[in-house]
């Protein structure tokens, strides 16, 4: 086809879209708010995007969307279980506090609705609140499509620097993304987009900016400055937003890596009337630290890497239906208990991989067990293969083995020892030598075991009874500032009384993030 053009056919409702030369099938369907599943961010190994090239002659084949691009007419089919709708993250309702229940507690009037949403570098996490009763009425999450131009804020910054247009297109992808999860959640309780007042997104700095259309790149380069700091109110059909108008609230930014995510999970787990040094970790593929002092707070972030959300893992999966999320070792000469993610008690489920939860679980029990030595490597006995199956083929849900490689474990090493040393610092600049109380945040925080995060030496040596989960915590700030504006205020005051911690630039850091590398000695 001399000008490139080509089509393609999707099968069997017969909805045609236009072909892009050059540019993968899976990018090509996001583009039309087409989402499949990509456990791996589009790196080709999940196999979880495959599609069916149906010719007009000879027999059909199968291709992992990713992987493919056309340049020609073609028809395809989509199965089910690759698309991203029938495989969506549930959220629990974010866990909101007593004193702002308190305040909707009996309040009336015509029902009016938001939305919040927590726009991470791996999931975004959408929720359909009642304004009028400060209440969540249905949430869910979906992978954030722009891993696949990398796993962390600096792939992504370096991405847009590569390619001019590729900050319009990044925009684009999240913007979509969450466009599908708002139509998803007011088709499921039969609402109209009409219904929708206005949006308040949270999340870190680079993510804010590509939504805003504005290049992260000051970023990504020392000293490491936002392009801006303030709150912003902008409408959606200025991002690209193809349904209805509305406002969409951000709140202030606190530094090139700490953001309003951070900030939203200040006020949902009310930190400034907690004990002084309590620590709030807000735990994703960027670590943010928050610690209550005297008469301030301390911030910081550490980049403790995708592994975390089920990521960048041989055998990583979002944390829905079909993936791992606890393993127990009783004999290493034999297969490990392991528990399934499965919402439906399904008898039929079988495990498809590992989700962040699990192969904490699963690394925390290989060191308990001895499999594992303090510096990560598989002991003598184990080593041939370099991974420990925790799942035979036999048993898997597509025929493969489930398992937990070398490589997984360095990973897991990167993240803790990043986690550990950032909270070692913040409490040294603070000036205490413990944390009274840790509260751990995060959607990967809600199913954690706690002593596995002590086991492993992500977290300081404390009595597990001082630890709490409190769940997307920055989902739940922003749930509040939607239904509140007192919130909004209460934010930007806040952001005055921070301290910021900066890692990059303290010439130990390295030094103690090397030494935390090992997992702890353990008395058996």
């Not at 297109?169 to 993304?177: D, E, G, N, P, S």
């Not at 959606?236 to 090139?256: A, C, E, M, R, T």
């Not at 995510?261 to 928050?290: F, K, R, S």
């Amino acid at each position: 086809m001399s000008d490139n053009k080509f089509h393609i056919l999707l099968l069997p409702h017969g909805r045609q879209i236009d072909g892009k030369p050059g540019i993968n099938l899976m990018e090509t369907l996001m583009d039309q708010s087409i989402f499949l599943r990509s456990d791996c961010g589009g790196k080709g190994v999940c196999k979880k995007c495959r599609i069916k090239i149906v010719p007009t002659k000879g027999d059909p084949e199968f291709k992992e969307a990713c992987n493919f691009i056309a340049s020609e007419d073609i028809s395809i089919e989509i199965p089910e279980i690759s698309m991203l709708s029938s495989h969506i993250i549930s959220k629990a309702p974010a866990s909101l506090p007593a004193v702002f229940n308190n305040r909707f507690k009996d309040a009336t009037g015509v029902k009016t609705f938001g939305i919040a949403v927590d726009l991470g570098t791996t999931t975004i996490a959408i929720y359909l609140c009642n304004i009028t009763k400060g209440k969540v009425v249905s949430s869910l999450a979906v992978k954030n499509p722009q891993a696949l131009y990398g796993d962390d804020v600096m792939s992504r910054i370096g991405a847009i620097g590569q390619q001019g247009n590729n900050l319009d297109y990044l925009q684009k992808l999240v913007v979509r993304a969450i466009e599908w999860g708002v139509k998803e959640l007011l088709t499921s309780l039969d609402l109209k987009e009409e219904n929708i007042s206005k949006m308040v997104t949270v999340g870190n700095p680079t993510m804010i900016h590509i939504l805003a259309g504005i290049n992260p790149k000051s970023i990504g380069v020392s000293p490491y400055f936002p392009a801006f700091y303030e709150a912003r109110n902008i409408y959606s059909n200025d991002l690209g937003f193809k349904i209805k108008n509305f406002s969409i609230q951000l709140l202030p930014q606190i530094s090139g890596f700490i953001g309003g995510d951070i900030l939203g999970a200040t006020m949902a787990v009310d930190l400034e009337n907690q004990p002084e040094g309590t620590l709030l970790i807000d735990l994703g593929t960027n670590g943010e630290l928050m610690l209550k002092g005297k008469d301030r707070f301390f911030a910081t972030s550490c980049a403790t890497g995708p592994a975390f959300e089920g990521a960048s893992l041989s055998c990583g999966m979002q944390a829905i239906p079909g993936a791992i999320n606890k393993v127990l070792i009783k004999n290493p000469d034999e297969l490990p208990k392991y528990t399934i993610i499965n919402p439906s008690n399904s008898s039929r489920l079988k495990p498809s991989g590992i989700c962040g939860t699990g192969v904490i679980s699963a690394v925390a029990q290989l060191v308990q067990r001895s499999i594992i030595l303090p510096g990560g490597a598989f002991k003598k006995e184990f080593s041939k293969e370099k991974k420990y199956i925790l799942v035979p083929k036999s048993s898997s849900a597509d025929g493969s083995e489930v398992f937990i490689s070398q490589k997984d474990i360095r990973s897991v090493q990167l993240g803790k020892a990043a986690l550990i040393t950032g909270i070692e610092f913040l409490l040294k600049k603070a000036g205490l030598k413990k944390a009274e109380k840790i509260i751990i945040a995060g959607a990967f925080g809600t199913f954690i075991d706690k002593t596995d995060m002590i086991t492993l030496g992500m977290i300081p040596s404390i009595d597990p009874g001082k630890i709490e989960v409190a769940g997307n915590s920055a989902g739940a700030g922003a749930v509040m500032v939607l239904c509140e504006n007192n919130y909004l205020d209460k934010a930007i005051q806040m952001t005055k009384k921070i301290i910021v911690v900066d890692l990059a630039c303290n010439q130990d850091f390295q030094d103690v993030f090397v030494q935390k590398l090992n997992f702890p000695d353990l008395i058996i």
